[in-house]
């Protein structure tokens, strides 16, 4: 087997785990689940065929690409990241009534045009 061959194959298996992983943790997330035991996480990738350890799982968790998923991770616990971003505005706009708006609109279009 070539050295490029090996390389490529390393960098499908982190894809394909890193794919897998992140519907796992979709689906926690999507059941409102406040904290998932890492052993359950562990189970579910043997069960999908990536049987990995502990600590492979967590370098995994901490990579740029999982951080929008997670809140925290350790050897016991992984918390999905079920909050907005602090820099999102979630204030709430005053509604506008549109069709009043224009009904107004039209109506000083309609008094302009008319003699005086």
């Known amino acids: 087997m070539l050295i490029k061959e090996v390389i490529l194959s390393e960098d499908t298996f982190a894809d394909e785990i890193s794919d897998t992983l992140k519907r796992i943790l979709i689906k926690y997330t999507s059941d409102d689940v406040e904290e998932i035991p890492t052993e359950d996480v562990l189970s579910l990738l043997s069960k999908q065929g990536y049987v990995v350890s502990s600590d492979y799982l967590l370098t995994l968790?901490?990579?740029d690409e999982m951080q929008g998923f997670l809140s925290s991770a350790d050897k016991e616990t992984i918390i999905p990241n079920t909050e907005l971003p602090a820099d999102i505005?979630?204030?709430?706009e005053v509604?506008?009534?549109?069709?009043?708006?224009?009904?107004?609109q039209a109506m000083q279009d309609i008094n302009t045009e008319l003699p005086q």
Not at 89 to 92: A, E, G, I, L, V
């Open 95 to 104: 509604p506008v009534d549109v069709g009043a708006m224009a009904g107004d």
């Open 61 to 63: 968790l901490n990579t």
């Open 89 to 92: 505005d979630t204030s709430m």
